[in-house]
């Protein structure tokens, strides 16, 4: 829970059925890059999770305007 919190995720709820539990979340897409492996590591292999569109939704403030610098940055190496 706290890696998928620290993707910006919005956790949905959780359930237990035997020995396993599944957490439902959302989560942007851009977040989930690599979250294969950080999964495996943090449930020794273990963990499985599927990904389906949900929702467009408008970027934070703070990740649109690093965005933005980054691409300000891109263009004046490109120049």
Known sequence: ???????RAI??????????????????????????????SLTSGRGTFTMKYAEYQQVPTDVQNRLLKEYEESQKEEE
């Open 1 to 7: 829970m706290t890696d998928l919190q620290g993707r």
């Open 11 to 40: 956790v949905m709820g959780m359930d237990s059925d035997h020995n396993y539990q599944t957490i439902h979340a959302k989560v942007p897409l851009a977040e989930m890059d690599r979250y294969s492996t950080s999964l495996s």
